[in-house]
């Protein structure tokens, strides 16, 4: 497909927002938007994110196709309020990062959560009959206790996850993966100190983090426009977003309920406030 007004796009700075969890949804927009930045043939992409992390196949594939951009593309990210866990990994495939120095960013690690109710569910007299084709098959059940075997299974799991992670900050940043796994212990830290550890290349606003991105391909800071991509909305829902946004705490709390339901037995890069 050939793109009318080329020149337009390449005096330009192209725009990504990634926020909230890292899921399904999200990875879709991403991946269509890097797509665009792509054939408009951008000389750089700016990518905004404010995200406490997700899912951990959902953060590789948004961090392989930035990658994949890289390589035509100038890339710069910019961590928002919280970039967190899958936050930071996909921000380890920008070619230079910018933070806030009160952002909350670290929590480097992996987490796999499940819920028992094996007590609740005697207290109420309620109980499964399992036929299953093998062992582990209804590994991470609800109604019952791990074995000391499916907890080794899923810390072997857990394990290698986790050791992409270290690798992939550790090649990203050009560190030690022993350095790496100094502060990659699930704790949390400021932009400030992610500077300091060697994380983010430089503290300050997304304002900032554009002027740079125009910088490093030739472009006027002053002048150099940003072009974000966003998903597109059905009419009806952007003429209601001012409603939906009265309600922005319930609709946040729900949406993390939903997140957690969702991505409930699945390996998590997500920090947990």
Known sequence: MVWPFKPKFR???????????????????VLEALKTVEQKKFPAL?????????????????YSALKRLGKKTKIVASFGNISASGGVYIGMAAEHIMSNPGTITGSIGVILRANNLESLLQKVGVSFKVIKSGPYKDILSFDRELTEAEENILQQLIDVSYQQFVQTIAEARSLAVETVK????????????????????????????????????????????CYTLEERKPLLSR??????????GIRAGINWLEFEVSTSGLPLWLYRP
Do not use: Y
């Open 182 to 225: 100094s502060f990659a212990d699930g704790r949390i830290f400021t932009g400030e100190q992610a500077v300091e550890l060697g994380v983010v290349d430089r503290l300050g606003t997304e304002e900032d983090a554009r002027r740079w991105t125009a910088e490093l391909v030739g472009l006027d800071p002053e002048k150099t426009p």
């Open 239 to 248: 003429v209601l977003t001012g409603n939906r946004q009265t309600k922005s």
């Open 11 to 29: 005096k330009q700075i192209a725009r990504i927002e990634i926020t909230g969890a890292i899921a399904g949804a999200t990875r879709t927009r």
């Open 46 to 62: 700016l990518v905004r994110i404010d995200s406490p992390g997700g899912t951990v196949g959902d953060s590789q594939e948004i």
